[in-house]
T-cell receptor
Framework: AQTVTQSQPEMSVQEAETVTLSCTYD???????LFWYKQPPSRQMILVIR??????QNATENRFSVNFQKAAKSFSLKISDSQLGDTAMYFC?????????????FGKGTKLSVKP | DADVTQTPRNRITKTGKRIMLECSQT?????MYWYRQDPGLGLRLIYY???????NKGEISDGYSVSRQAQAKFSLSLESAIPNQTALYFC??????????????FGQGTRLTVV
């Protein structure tokens, strides 16, 4: 069974600085997707970024980028120029390529606080 | 209007009561999910449905049941609520469109408290 591990329950960063959130996963599959979701205090789940395992290039979305290390099964999220609005829970998630095993599996989350 | 709507947003109920959480979507997706979020545990899958005739148990289905009334509606029931079912519940949808069927779209959650 696939598992997703986020080893940092809480983190904090100063506004305008850079922070990296860690995520590791375990799978025997070769084709899969990885995601980072953000959950602000409004509790809405918002997709931040996704990575297809077959792509070697790391995904980027504005201030958000990932460091995808397939061999190490590592998928970290880097937030540059942190803003107060980045304060949220961040969940790493894994999805197999398809079929009945294609459900999202979430890590336990990292609570990020951005301090002024 | 939200694409995935959950009702109610918040609910307090008593132990032993039956309660239903409802989810409706306007995205036209065939796949729908119910997740439960607890502090320190992330989101865990309760049930999922690939269409109105295909319903499957997830990781933590005990104590829950579901009904897929139509493609757009997926309800979660707690037949006899107990305090450890106090949690934040999310409905999510996803299309099945090959490589496009990756992103899940979430409702705004239902905060359920069982006293």
């Amino acid at each position: 069974a696939q598992t997703v591990t986020q080893s940092q329950p809480e983190m904090s960063v100063q506004e305008a600085e850079t922070v990296t959130l860690s995520c590791t996963y375990d799978t025997s599959e070769n084709n899969y997707y990885l995601f980072w979701y953000k959950q602000p205090p409004s509790r809405q789940m918002i997709l931040v970024i996704r990575q297809e395992a077959y792509k070697q290039q790391n995904a980027t979305e504005n201030r958000f980028s990932v460091n995808f290390q397939k061999a190490a099964k590592s998928f970290s999220l880097k937030i540059s120029d942190s803003q107060l609005g980045d304060t949220a829970m961040y969940f790493c998630a894994f999805k197999n390529y398809g079929g009945s095993q294609g459900n999202l599996i979430f890590g336990k989350g990292t609570k990020l606080s951005v301090k002024p | 209007d939200a694409d995935v709507t959950q009702t109610p947003r918040n609910r307090i109920t008593k132990t032993g009561k039956r309660i239903m959480l409802e989810c409706s979507q306007t995205k036209g997706h065939d796949r729908m999910y119910w997740y439960r979020q607890d502090p320190g545990l992330g989101l865990r899958l309760i049930y999922y449905s690939f269409d109105v005739k295909d319903i499957n148990k997830g990781e933590i289905s005990d104590g829950y049941s579901v009904s897929r009334q139509a493609q757009a509606k997926f309800s979660l029931s707690l037949e006899s609520a107990i305090p450890n079912q106090t949690a934040l519940y999310f409905c999510a949808t996803r299309p099945w469109q090959g490589l496009k069927g990756t992103e899940a779209f979430f409702g705004q959650g239902t905060r359920l408290t069982v006293v």
